[in-house]
């Protein structure tokens, strides 16, 4: 990194940006009073002296927080010598703290590279790379750092972090097993087995270790929510909801702080207290919380007490594709509100044009297009410019505030989305072309398969029971990678499961909808194929897991009154659960 780049690394390039996110996984703290020390030490070890008195201030100001500071004085130690590795450190965690990750990224290749024996850099770097989500590099960097520090808690902790949300469950542990028998009153590394083993979906083993970590240390606020998480999957809300609130007032960060507040509200939610519960889930607006989306939208901000007769309002798709069309439940009584004089815009994903058109002709719908700056996600609506005269904006859930503050006041609505009638014709057209019996359409898991979401989906070879059910015929709505699973269920169940020809089941989401309406069943996970299916009125059953929130605290789906819910009786215990779906099938055909 040249002067021009550290000059580039300035604050001036992020003063539009919000806080950083802080680790919430891995340990340790760049900025903490003992790696301040370190620097420090490393300042007065220079040779050069006219940039000493520079970095010792600048080391000041980032105790003080003042890192925009500080990085004005790295900036300036760095034009009188470009080749100071101290400079380039200090300059690295003044950004990381500023939230611009990218040139913080940078600076600190550029203090590694320059000082490759200063270890510490390694591991702020490791921790970086693992806020970004660069799980493999950040491996390598604890790896590196434990390599000149064997036995560390902190190092020890770090790499079984980033081997587990790399799906190496068994890595983790077997990395984590020799510094716990050295450091067994360690709290922070029973805390991390008890992640690794609840992400795997053994929640009761989770939570005995987050018990052991509280044990050692009753003020250990992140193990206290950790368990608050298992309970809820356990399908105790309330309780879940006692153990977050108690966490809460430990917090030091406000990121997490922020996080857990969200958590609480999700336990809100999933209890059924949803008057509390939509109006703390507006803290995933948050500036403060880690994976906040901002929204690049000039207008004023649409609340509950807003009136809305006549009005102009523009609502904004938010989360994932299935979030969207959850929370599309409401655009029905957002219509209703603004009245024949109001006016209505929606920005959806572009998947979902077509079909928000033809259920929503009344509105006006286009797409939001979302980026990644600096690791933040920032959604922006581009076709509606300053000029537009819109009265007011919501993201999409949050109008459930007015119009979803009990369960009682969910439609006993068949549908709130439109396929295609035409097509939905000429699918079923060609179901009857793929033989006699019931066409069941099966999606047994996500697009992103990751250590967090892996264990809602029940492993493809625990679908036997339902695959083998006479008489039916299982049609493939599975996007994404499928090859291996539908090779298994050919190869070693003799089921053919028949894929619809002509049709790219990720993309094409309106032709998406026209199949699962042709179809007399769709069975599966809470999916975005799922979703289109039940919001288009399809017949749906969904596999679930204890402790979901989109139940609103009953045994039921209030979003989607027609879907039928089977609920495993613990995580991890499909085997019951495919069971029972195989004999409702057996029953319904």
């Given at each position: ?181 050295a450091n067994p009153d360690n709290a922070l590394l029973w805390n991390t087995l008890g992640t690794i083993l609840s992400e795997q979906g053994n929640m009761d083993q989770g939570q005995t270790f987050f018990d052991e970590a509280l044990r050692l240390q009753p003020d250990f606020p992140k193990a206290r929510y950790n368990r608050a998480n298992c309970i809820l999957a356990l399908g105790d809300a309330l309780t879940a909801l006692k153990e977050c609130e108690a966490a809460l007032p430990g917090v030091a960060l406000e990121s997490e702080r922020s996080m857990m507040r969200l958590a609480r509200a999700t336990m809100l939610i ?320």
């Amino acid at each position: 990194m040249s002067r021009s780049a550290a000059a580039e690394a300035a604050p001036e390039s992020v003063r539009a940006l919000p806080a950083a996110p802080k680790p919430v996984a891995a340990a340790g703290d760049s900025a903490s009073p003992e790696a301040l020390d370190r620097i420090n030490e490393a300042v007065k070890q220079l040779r050069m002296h006219t940039v000493l008195p520079l970095l010792s201030r600048a080391v000041a100001e980032v105790r003080a927080d003042h890192h925009r500071q500080a990085a004005e004085l790295a900036v300036k130690a760095l034009e009188i010598d470009e080749r100071c590795g101290v400079a380039w450190h200090i300059l690295a965690i003044c950004r990381e703290k500023a939230g611009d990750f990218t040139n913080s990224l940078k600076c600190y290749e550029s203090a590694l590279s320059l000082n490759p024996d200063e270890i510490e850099i390694a591991n702020d770097l490791g921790r970086l790379a693992y806020v970004m989500g660069m799980k493999e590099i950040a491996e390598n960097l604890f790896a590196r750092y434990l390599l000149s520090n064997p036995g560390s808690a902190e190092g020890s902790n770090n790499l079984a972090c980033a081997q587990r949300d790399q799906l190496r469950f068994e890595d983790a542990i077997e990395t984590l097993r020799p510094v716990i028998y050295a450091n067994p009153d360690n709290a922070l590394l029973w805390n991390t087995l008890g992640t690794i083993l609840s992400e795997q979906g053994n929640m009761d083993q989770g939570q005995t270790f987050f018990d052991e970590a509280l044990r050692l240390q009753p003020d250990f606020p992140k193990a206290r929510y950790n368990r608050a998480n298992c309970i809820l999957a356990l399908g105790d809300a309330l309780t879940a909801l006692k153990e977050c609130e108690a966490a809460l007032p430990g917090v030091a960060l406000e990121s997490e702080r922020s996080m857990m507040r969200l958590a609480r509200a999700t336990m809100l939610i999933a209890s059924g207290d949803l008057e509390r519960g939509w109006d703390a889930y507006e803290e995933r607006l948050n500036a403060d919380f880690s994976d906040v989306t901002h929204y690049v939208v000039d207008k004023p901000t649409w609340t509950p007490e807003a009136d809305m007769a006549g009005k102009r309002m523009l609502v904004v798709g938010e989360q994932g594709l299935g979030d969207e069309i959850l929370f599309a439940n409401v655009i029905p009584d957002i219509l209703e509100a603004l009245g024949p004089d109001g006016d209505l815009s929606v920005a959806v994903e572009r998947r979902l044009i077509p079909l928000f058109r033809r259920s929503f002709p009344q509105a006006n719908i286009d797409r939001h297009d979302t980026y990644k700056v600096d690791h933040h996600t920032v959604r922006v609506v581009k076709w509606i410019d300053a000029d537009d005269q819109i009265d007011f904006w919501a993201p999409m859930a949050s109008p459930l505030r007015r119009f979803r503050r009990s369960v009682d006041a969910f439609p006993n609505r068949p549908a709130f989305l439109k396929a295609d009638p035409a097509r939905v014709a000429y699918w079923k057209e060609k179901l009857a072309e793929a033989g006699d019996g019931p066409k069941v359409g099966i999606v047994w898991k996500s697009l992103s398969m990751s250590s967090a979401r892996i264990r809602y989906y029940s492993p493809f070879d625990q679908w036997s029971p339902v695959l083998k059910t006479p008489g039916v015929r299982f049609v493939n709505l599975q996007y994404g990678d499928r090859a291996a699973e539908l090779a298994e269920a050919r190869d070693k169940l003799g089921v053919d499961i028949w894929e619809p020809p002509g049709i790219d089941l990720k993309d094409d989401l309106d032709e998406v909808a026209a199949l699962t309406c042709a179809l007399d069943l769709v069975v599966g996970p809470a999916t975005c194929t799922l979703n289109i299916a039940a919001a288009c009125g399809a017949p749906v059953w969904q596999i679930c897991t204890p402790g979901a929130w989109p139940l609103l605290g009953t045994d039921r789906y209030p979003w989607y009154p027609q879907m039928r819910v089977f609920l495993p009786p613990a995580y991890n215990r499909w085997t019951p659960v495919m069971a029972e779906v195989a004999e409702a099938l057996a029953k319904e055909f």
